[in-house]
């Protein structure tokens, strides 16, 4: 399809819209850490793991990863929105200030801030960038990670969902950290 025959920009929302995913917070630690709402989060590899994130060029989150070397992602539980709806306002505080009030620790790999409470968590060293449009994809190598048996928030036609399940409540072994990863982890396979 060439430049002039592109679809516009609603239909290609409206049509990506369909694909429903699982909404995180990107952060990057360091005097002023940071953090930013992402869905287009997925993994690209089992051996190694590595996940990629796309983040647009105006966003200050990419000027921060191209220099952090390293980023965590958090991702959130179904009762989580407040976060992701947080963490999208381009007018919160900048810094430290953003994590008022948001239980979280430091990942031990990163020092990015982990958020407490989500449904899972990886740490990543970033591997490669790759400028696609107004986007560039971040390739991260995962160094550590972990998950909760808490539901995911899912995005899905330009909205917040909440699963309709209970997932194994009793499992959640999750006291303020989470669980690290064993075999079940769930998850897509590899592309
Ligand atoms: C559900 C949801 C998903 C989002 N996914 C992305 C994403 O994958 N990549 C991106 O660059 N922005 C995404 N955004 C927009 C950013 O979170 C938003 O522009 C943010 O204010 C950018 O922060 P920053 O410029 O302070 O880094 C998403 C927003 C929402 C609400």
């Known amino acids: 399809m060439t430049a002039d025959l592109a679809p516009a920009d609603v239909d290609f929302r409206r049509t990506m819209g369909c694909f429903a995913t699982g909404v995180a917070v990107v952060t990057v630690g360091g005097p002023e850490p940071h953090g930013m709402t992402a869905n287009s ?19 200050s989150m990419h000027a921060r990863l191209m220099t952090a070397g390293c980023f965590g992602v958090s991702v959130l539980a179904g009762d989580q929105e407040r976060y992701a709806r947080a ?11 953003q994590f008022a009030g948001v239980p979280h620790r430091q990942g031990p790999r990163t020092g990015a801030p982990v958020l407490d409470g989500t449904a899972a968590w990886v740490e990543c060293q970033l591997i490669g960038t790759h400028a696609v449009g107004d986007h560039s994809i971040f390739i991260g190598s995962v160094l550590d990670l972990g998950f909760s048996r808490r539901p995911p928030l899912v995005f899905w036609s330009g909205g917040f969902v909440r699963l309709p399940v209970a ?16 075999g079940d982890t769930p998850g897509p396979p590899p592309a």
């Open 41 to 59: 989060i997925t993994s690209v590899s089992l051996h190694p793991p590595t996940i990629l994130v796309c983040v647009g060029r105006n966003a």
């Open 87 to 97: 963490f999208a306002d381009r007018s919160r505080p900048r810094g430290r200030a």
């Open 167 to 182: 997932m194994n409540a009793g499992e959640d072994t999750d006291a303020g950290g989470d669980t690290d990863a064993g």
